[in-house]
Antibody, heavy 119, light 110 residues
Framework: EVQLVESGGGLVQPGGSLRLSCAAS????????MNWVRQAPGKGLEWVSY????????YYADSVKGRFTISRDNAQNSLYLQMNSLRDEDTAVYYC????????????WGPGTLVTVSS | QSALTQPASVSGSPGQSITISCTGT?????????VSWYQQHPGKAPKLMIY???NRPSGVSNRFSGSKSGNTASLTISGLQAEDEADYYC??????????FGGGTKLTVL
């Protein structure tokens, strides 16, 4: 069974940093492209970042470019999101999501982890 | 990276059909056959309903169908059921290699 489980969320002050993790199981993690998607309270989905299976290609939403860094450790079956210079508007539930093999859609999602940026 | 445009809400009675539109540009929806649709119930993670404009993942009811014309994609749900009440989001691949979501549509089953 495919499982994705995020962790690392919490309360952080504006300007602070946080590192999210996503533990993957039930599939060959190293073969799949991965993403981070977030959802502010009561708002819609916002795509955040993408990483290719071998980490050679990474993309970011304009809203986080230069502040967030996506990475992965295929040996540990884990996906990461390093978030720096956090702002109030970064408050959201952060989901890790797997791409359908060879496609541009997310077929499996984790339950999400809540990040709250507030003083 | 402007969000795709969806109606804020749609509604229908059980057994009826509804259609949700998703409008983008030639740099996203209109330029690629990589439109997806997601269903999200309150407090839950999104669920993939349609990928590549009109393909259903295994296990998704054939009451859900997708299409595209120009810069606008559409999700149609036929034979509306109470369990279909949820938020629906479209998403597209973009010319920058990124992805973009629509603002979401709240479906109410009357």
């Amino acid at each position: 069974e495919v499982q994705l489980v995020e962790s690392g969320g919490g309360l952080v002050q504006p300007g602070g940093s946080l590192r999210l993790s996503c533990a993957a199981s039930g599939f060959t993690f190293s073969s799949y492209r991965m993403n981070w998607v977030r959802q502010a309270p009561g708002k819609g989905l916002e795509w955040v970042s993408y990483i290719s299976s071998g980490s050679s290609t990474k993309y970011y939403a304009d809203s986080v470019k230069g502040r967030f860094t996506i990475s992965r450790d295929n040996a540990q079956n884990s996906l990461y999101l390093q978030m720096n210079s956090l702002r109030d508007e970064d408050t959201a539930v952060y989901y890790c999501a797997r791409d359908v093999d060879g496609k541009y859609s997310h077929d499996y999602w984790g339950p999400g982890t809540l990040v709250t940026v507030s003083s | 990276q402007s969000a795709l445009t969806q109606p804020a809400s749609v509604s229908g009675s059980p057994g009826q059909s509804i259609t949700i539109s998703c409008t983008g540009t030639s740099s996203d929806v209109g330029g690629y056959n990589y439109v997806s649709w997601y269903q999200q119930h309150p407090g839950k993670a999104p669920k993939l309903m349609i990928y590549d404009v009109s393909n259903r993942p295994s296990g998704v009811s054939n009451r859900f169908s997708g299409s595209k014309s120009g810069n606008t994609a559409s999700l149609t749900i036929s034979g509306l059921q109470a369990e279909d009440e949820a938020d629906y989001y479209c998403s597209s691949y973009t010319s920058s290699g990124t992805r973009v979501f629509g603002g979401g549509t709240k479906l109410t089953v009357l």
